[in-house]
């Protein structure tokens, strides 16, 4: 079971990939769907991956916002209580998920006292085991 799954829109694959290797330097285990093995059901993996990660952290982007994939995982995390959500591009949320405090990652260069990433580690946190990750 991962500390952190990723949900993001395929556009939004090498940003996510950024943030994930950051996340896992702070100590968590972060899954997203390019760990899925070659011949494993990709619907299979991801819904296994997303009913058992601790928290959800969802990328939204242009992209991500008309997405359904990530609309129905933000979904899925919302009801479990562990959705965490992120902005990396300035756009208008869906409807549902306009009420959540959002970390705000547009421009985000990778430094890890950026406010916004803080935001991002701060809310992973209150969703993961206390202990975990998150020594900035």
């Known amino acids: 079971m991962a500390d952190i799954f990723i949900s993001y829109a395929s556009e939004d694959r090498e940003r996510a990939g950024r943030i994930a290797s950051v996340l896992e330097s702070c100590g968590w285990s972060v899954w997203w769907d390019r760990k899925i093995v070659a011949g494993q059901a990709f619907d299979e993996a991801i819904e296994h991956e997303l009913e058992v990660a601790n928290c959800v952290v969802v990328l939204w982007s242009q992209e991500s916002i ?67 990750g998150a020594a900035l």
């Open 66 to 132: 008309d997405s359904e994939w990530v609309k129905n995982e933000a979904a899925v995390a919302s009801e479990r209580g562990v959705l965490v959500p992120a902005l990396i591009d300035r756009v208008k949320l869906p409807l549902e998920f306009r009420r959540r405090q959002t970390a705000d990652l547009v421009g985000w260069d990778g430094n890890t006292t950026q406010e916004g990433f803080q935001a991002l580690c701060n809310g992973v946190a209150a969703k993961v085991a206390p202990g975990k």
